[in-house]
């Protein structure tokens, strides 16, 4: 377990498993309620944690199955209901505690801690990121990125089409935050971003291929 962020109204803890997915959990530090943010294989830190933390939601970036492998575990032990976005749900065979909407825009609160839904299609079609608002002045603002956006790039892409709508996602919803928000991905190490606003910018700048898809760095060689 890491501890990513400890603010006046709510903290957040990290817990690597399955295949180096991250997986996030919040608690209102008044209420002691939180929200789960992702479902690796083998959740076992993650559980440990949510046993002595009042989980009241389960978000899920998309529907890879890398981020999903544990959802029954954990679903068996918080008792709690599920978001997931529309395009994505499919992947989801029962959630018998209820469902969340995550419908682009949409607000999820739980004691004092208020996310917001983004719709990011593009790495899937469902994709959501999830945004942490600061409610509190010097509160760090968060987003949950899943595998949206990372260090030095986007998510993988399975075609063209989806590259272009992966990066308008990203362009339009992502890299309009505030840029002093700490960008929190399903693998891999944390970004800003402003971080992210400056690669995009190197990536804009240079020459790149009409097919670009797959595995792309914003300042890689795509011509
Ligand atoms: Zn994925």
Redesign the pocket.
């Known amino acids: 377990m890491t501890k990513v962020y400890e603010g006046e109204l709510w903290n957040i803890q990290s817990f690597v498993s399955g295949f180096e997915n991250n997986a996030y959990l919040l608690t209102c530090n008044r209420t002691g309620q939180g929200i789960v943010i992702d479902t690796p294989d083998q959740p076992f830190e993650l559980l440990e944690a949510a046993a002595i933390t009042d989980v009241q939601a389960v978000l899920i970036t ?1 529907n ?1 199955m890398d ?1 999903l492998q544990g959802i029954e575990d954990v679903i068996r032990q918080v008792q709690a209901p599920v978001g997931i976005g529309a395009e994505d749900a499919h992947a989801l065979t029962s959630r018998p505690f209820g469902e969340v909407d995550v419908a682009d825009g949409s607000m999820v609160s739980i004691g004092d801690i208020t996310l917001r839904s983004i719709a990011t299609p593009g ?1 899937t079609p469902g994709s959501t990121c999830y945004m942490l608002p600061s409610e509190q002045p010097g509160a760090v603002p968060h987003v949950f990125s899943g ?1 949206t956006l990372f260090p030095g790039g986007p ?1 993988k892409s399975g075609s063209p089409q989806a590259f272009d709508q992966l990066v308008s996602s990203i362009e339009a919803s992502l890299l309009t935050l505030p840029e002093r928000t700490v960008v929190l991905p399903g693998h891999g190490q944390s970004t800003t971003i402003k971080e992210s606003q400056t690669e995009f910018s190197e990536f804009r700048s240079r020459p790149r291929r009409k097919d670009l898809f797959g595995d792309v760095t914003w300042t890689g060689d795509n011509s």
């Open positions: 998309h890879h981020h790495h595998d998510g």
